[in-house]
């Protein structure tokens, strides 16, 4: 079974750092560009960061550069979000997806098919 | 970037309606566009992709349509599973952007 399962999410002080982790399995994980997505209580979806398989491409959200940091061991089929300086507003749950792979003329950062449940972070004194 | 508008953020119908949600992109993306569900407290569940391509398993009942700047998101015979909030996202550029949500609600 394809499958994404997040974790680390907790509860943290404003300017504190916590790392979120996502563990996939039933999949070759190395091919895929991988992905973090939050949502804010009763808000939409927000893009953080998006990582290719050989981790050549990495992009963030205006909102987090500077302050998270993606990254992946594809030997452990994990992804991880390091993030820091959190402030009120990153309080989320942070959910991992995949994005599919791209065949040409389809843009190298293709549509997300297989999301985790999610963590949940809360930035709170 | 490219900033993506869902309407309407509110829709409130009955088991059997047809129903229409549109999104608008502030710029040509083509038909890089996907189409979400999700319930309260689950993930998203991939819909729609390339903006007219329906996801294995998704019911015939949703379907999608357009280009360049303007989407939309069809589901033929509402059923009570339906009821959910709906996303639609652009792929055209690396980054990526939702809509803000469409609630669909039982009337």
């Known amino acids: 079974e394809v499958q994404l399962v997040e974790s680390g999410g907790g509860l943290v002080k404003p300017g504190g750092s916590l790392r979120l982790s996502c563990a996939a399995s039933?999949?070759?994980?190395?091919?895929?560009?991988m992905n973090w997505v939050r949502q804010a209580p009763g808000k939409g979806l927000e893009w953080v960061s998006s990582?290719?398989?050989?981790?050549?491409?990495?992009y963030y959200a205006d909102s987090v550069k500077g302050r998270f940091t993606i990254s992946r061991d594809n030997a452990k089929n994990s992804l991880y979000l390091q993030i820091s300086s959190l402030r009120a507003e990153d309080t989320a749950v942070y959910f991992c997806?995949?994005?599919?792979?791209?065949?040409?003329?389809?843009?190298?950062?293709?549509?997300?098919?297989?999301w985790g449940k999610g963590t949940t972070v809360t930035v709170s004194s | 970037d490219i900033q993506v508008t869902q309407s309407p953020s509110t829709l409130s119908a009955s088991v059997g309606d047809r129903v229409t949600i549109t999104c608008r992109a502030s710029?040509?993306?083509?038909?890089?566009l996907a189409w979400y569900q999700q319930k309260l407290g689950k993930a998203p569940k991939l819909l729609i992709y390339?903006?007219?391509s329906v996801e294995s398993g998704v019911p015939s009942r949703f379907s999608g349509s357009g280009s360049g700047t303007e989407f939309t998101l069809t589901i033929s015979s509402l059923q009570p599973d339906d009821f959910a909030t709906y996303s639609c996202?652009?792929?055209?550029?690396?980054?990526?952007?939702f809509g803000q949500g469409t609630k669909l609600e039982i009337k």
């Open positions: 390339d903006a007219s």
């Open positions: 997806a995949r994005s599919v792979i791209a065949v040409a003329p389809a843009p190298y950062f293709y549509y997300m098919d297989v």
């Open positions: 710029q040509s993306i083509g038909t890089w």
């Open positions: 039933g999949f070759t994980f190395s091919p895929h560009t």
């Open positions: 996202q652009q792929y055209k550029s690396h980054s990526y952007t």
């Open positions: 990582i290719s398989g050989s981790s050549n491409y990495i």
